[in-house]
């Protein structure tokens, strides 16, 4: 994870839409909502008690056959991948979708009406930094069942390609691609969903998609069109006549693009990749790309990029001349031994901080913690990040030998290893949101012999002395 100097953005006003699921036919209604900094995105039930929440996390996919499910606490949103995608495609980072019911409005099959609804929302930036995903090396996943495979490869943007291949004569090999995120309203949004007529049969058979009609979802004929099949279609349609169009699609719909169905398959990853939680960086190449690759893509990518965050061990050349050392730690820190837990500051920018702590047997806790057993204990750890965190924030100030630190908060402590004497603990703080009056906001973590070992969230506030 990196954080970038890009502001997060949220939407200015509530704004709603209403429609039909497709599944369910039931009418709907969403509304969008701005949300707080480093909120992300979630889904709020509005039509059960207590309006449970339900946050686009790829953890929370449950079942991908006709879309992507989420469903937490046993509380479902089905079909959530085009409002996902135009969420992505709009630059939003935080957002809440509320709903009246488990499934979006199907709308036109596509994302545009959610698109147009966000800008007419309008968009605002935020105070806080964005925190994005940068791809290093390439990451993989295929399925050997189907053959189908997506990878992500380093770029300098987000960018996808989607290529489908159904091997029927009516819908061949198609690709769709997206360069760059800023062409996805006018390249992609529009690209509607599509069935193939043996799957419409099946739905219609389950009393499925309830809400399709021929506006809603592009029909490819791979088959032969009985008198029973078009008795259905007519009754679930509410047409008096169903044809067959020239290029193998059912009537009363005109095709976007020749590559409609590639384009709305990179809209479904765009929209299930959203499940990763961060904003990303890099090359995607989807090969026959469906809802189920996408949402297990999506989990391992997860998990590498948790995974990396706690892991991300800075590497210094110790025997290098720090950026301070302890006197002038000092005389930024108001802190004093034997209550100073800074060594050395490593480095030092607008929203970051590493600092080096050398723990020796001659620290004073040692003597009661524990006799016979030294260990450092954890609330020191927290106060030395902490500590590393203050020289972040006094830095902002013309006269920090003027002010104090104090804690205001802190959340999500974790202790993953003990701390001994002899080890070199080197912290790393970075800002969640910019300094604002004198509040400094941080996610922090210790390393020791290469590996995490206390990782926290923090709020403090410096004050001046009186």
Request: hydrophobic share 40%.
């Given at each position: 994870?990196?954080?970038?100097?890009?502001?997060?953005?949220?939407?200015?006003?509530?704004?709603?839409?209403?429609?039909?699921?497709l599944?369910?036919?039931?009418k709907?209604?969403?509304?969008?909502k701005?949300?707080?900094e480093?909120?992300?995105f979630?889904?709020?039930?509005?039509d059960?008690?207590g309006?449970?929440?339900?946050?686009a996390?790829?953890?929370?996919?449950?079942?991908?056959?006709?879309?992507t499910?989420?469903?937490?606490?046993?509380?479902?949103i089905?079909?959530?991948?085009?409002?996902?995608?135009?969420?992505?495609?709009?630059?939003?980072?935080?957002?809440i979708?509320?709903?009246d019911g488990?499934?979006?409005?199907i709308?036109?099959?596509?994302s545009?009406f959610?698109?147009?609804?966000?800008?007419?929302?309008?968009?605002v930036?935020q105070?806080?930094?964005?925190?994005?995903?940068?791809?290093?090396e390439i990451?993989?996943?295929?399925?050997?069942?189907?053959?189908?495979?997506?990878?992500?490869?380093?770029?300098?943007?987000?960018?996808?390609?989607?290529?489908?291949?159904?091997?029927?004569?009516?819908l061949?090999?198609?690709?769709?691609?997206?360069?760059?995120i800023?062409?996805?309203?006018?390249e992609?949004?529009n690209?509607?969903?599509?069935?193939?007529?043996?799957?419409?049969?099946?739905?219609?058979?389950?009393?499925?998609i309830?809400?399709?009609d021929?506006?809603?979802?592009?029909?490819y004929?791979d088959?032969?069109?009985?008198?029973e099949?078009?008795?259905k279609?007519?009754?679930?349609?509410?047409?008096?006549?169903?044809?067959?169009?020239p290029?193998?699609?059912?009537d009363n719909?005109t095709?976007?693009?020749?590559?409609?169905a590639?384009?709305?398959?990179?809209?479904d990853?765009?929209?299930?990749?959203?499940l990763v939680?961060?904003?990303?960086?890099?090359?995607?190449?989807?090969?026959?790309?469906?809802?189920?690759?996408?949402?297990?893509?999506?989990?391992?990518?997860s998990?590498?990029?948790?995974?990396?965050?706690?892991?991300?061990?800075p590497f210094?050349?110790?025997s290098?001349?720090?950026?301070?050392d302890?006197?002038?730690?000092?005389?930024?820190?108001?802190?004093?031994?034997?209550?100073l837990?800074?060594?050395?500051?490593l480095?030092?920018s607008?929203?970051?901080?590493?600092?080096?702590?050398?723990?020796?047997?001659?620290?004073t806790?040692?003597?009661?913690h524990?006799?016979?057993?030294?260990?450092?204990p954890?609330?020191?750890?927290?106060?030395?990040?902490?500590?590393?965190?203050?020289?972040?924030?006094?830095?902002?100030?013309?006269?920090?030998?003027n002010?104090?630190?104090?804690?205001?908060?802190?959340?999500?402590?974790?202790?993953?290893?003990?701390?001994l004497?002899?080890?070199t603990?080197?912290f790393r703080?970075?800002?969640?949101?910019?300094?604002?009056?004198?509040?400094?906001?941080?996610?922090?973590?210790g390393y020791?012999?290469?590996k995490?070992?206390?990782e926290?969230?923090?709020?403090?506030?410096?004050a001046?002395?009186k």
């Amino acid at each position: 994870m990196e954080v970038l100097d890009i502001k997060q953005r949220t939407i200015k006003n509530e704004v709603s839409l209403s429609g039909v699921g497709l599944h369910t036919g039931n009418k709907v209604k969403l509304t969008f909502k701005p949300a707080p900094e480093n909120h992300g995105f979630a889904f709020v039930r509005m039509d059960l008690v207590g309006n449970p929440i339900i946050e686009a996390k790829a953890e929370y996919v449950v079942d991908t056959r006709r879309g992507t499910n989420l469903e937490k606490n046993g509380v479902s949103i089905n079909t959530s991948e085009h409002v996902l995608a135009a969420i992505v495609g709009a630059g939003i980072h935080n957002i809440i979708i509320e709903l009246d019911g488990a499934e979006p409005p199907i709308m036109d099959g596509s994302s545009k009406f959610f698109v147009e609804t966000l800008e007419k929302a309008g968009i605002v930036e935020q105070n806080a930094y964005v925190q994005e995903y940068i791809v290093k090396e390439i990451i993989s996943f295929k399925d050997p069942g189907t053959g189908s495979e997506i990878i992500i490869m380093p770029s300098d943007k987000y960018e996808i390609t989607a290529m489908v291949d159904f091997g029927t004569k009516v819908l061949g090999t198609q690709n769709a691609t997206l360069n760059d995120i800023s062409e996805f309203k006018s390249e992609i949004a529009n690209a509607r969903t599509f069935s193939f007529l043996h799957e419409i049969e099946m739905l219609l058979d389950s009393n499925l998609i309830k809400g399709g009609d021929l506006n809603n979802a592009i029909v490819y004929v791979d088959k032969k069109l009985s008198e029973e099949t078009m008795a259905k279609l007519r009754s679930a349609f509410k047409k008096d006549s169903v044809k067959v169009k020239p290029n193998g699609i059912l009537d009363n719909l005109t095709l976007h693009w020749p590559n409609e169905a590639a384009r709305h398959k990179l809209l479904d990853v765009m929209g299930d990749l959203a499940l990763v939680g961060v904003p990303i960086r890099g090359k995607v190449i989807a090969n026959k790309p469906g809802h189920s690759i996408n949402t297990q893509f999506a989990k391992k990518l997860s998990k590498i990029i948790k995974l990396e965050k706690r892991n991300k061990i800075p590497f210094f050349d110790l025997s290098q001349p720090p950026l301070m050392d302890v006197e002038k730690i000092m005389k930024i820190l108001p802190h004093r031994p034997p209550f100073l837990f800074i060594d050395r500051i490593l480095e030092l920018s607008d929203t970051h901080v590493v600092g080096m702590k050398n723990v020796t047997m001659n620290e004073t806790f040692f003597a009661g913690h524990f006799p016979g057993k030294p260990v450092m204990p954890g609330v020191l750890q927290v106060e030395a990040m902490a500590q590393c965190g203050g020289v972040l924030i006094l830095s902002t100030v013309p006269d920090p030998e003027n002010y104090l630190t104090f804690f205001m908060k802190i959340e999500n402590v974790k202790f993953k290893r003990m701390v001994l004497p002899g080890d070199t603990l080197i912290f790393r703080a970075e800002l969640v949101s910019p300094i604002r009056r004198g509040i400094c906001h941080m996610q922090a973590f210790g390393y020791a012999n290469n590996k995490l070992v206390v990782e926290a969230l923090l709020m403090a506030q410096i004050a001046r002395k009186k």
